[in-house]
């Protein structure tokens, strides 16, 4: 059964950076066959995709809103997947969850919340001004 598992949120100040984490298990293949995104929900606002990387398909990819902030990386090895957030700003205010779907070479469907099979139950972050 694949489960994935979020950790690091936190309440910090704008300007402020964060790690969220999301820890992997259950897949059969190996997490490289995988695409992994990062999603977020803002109050009253519909979830949005953030990032995401599908390493056998080379492709990394980042929301215009967090393009040049915020950094996905894996390990592969260890089963986890990161985002680190730089100069966080209160519109990063969200539930942050993380997904998982056997990856595609399809750029245009890699960062749609339909294309992802697994996801975790988010972790809250909560960037004041």
């Known amino acids: 059964q694949v489960q994935l598992v979020e950790s690091g949120g936190g309440a910090v100040q704008s300007g402020s950076s964060l790690s969220v984490s999301c820890e992997t298990s259950g897949f059969t293949l190996d997490l490289d066959y995988y695409c992994m995104g990062w999603f977020r929900q803002a109050p009253g606002k519909e979830r949005q995709g953030v990032s995401c990387?599908?390493?056998?398909?080379?492709?990394?990819y980042y929301a215009d809103a967090v393009k040049g902030r915020f950094t996905i990386s894996r390990d592969n090895a260890g089963g986890t997947v990161y985002l680190q957030m730089n100069s966080l700003k209160p519109e990063d205010t969200a539930v942050y969850y993380c997904?998982?779907?056997?990856?595609?070479?399809?750029?245009?469907?890699?960062?749609?919340?339909?294309?992802?099979?697994?996801w975790g139950r988010g972790t809250q972050v909560t960037v004041s001004s």
């Open positions: 997904a998982a779907a056997e990856t595609t070479y399809d750029t245009t469907i890699a960062l749609t919340q339909s294309f992802y099979e697994y």
């Open positions: 990387i599908c390493t056998k398909a080379r492709i990394t």
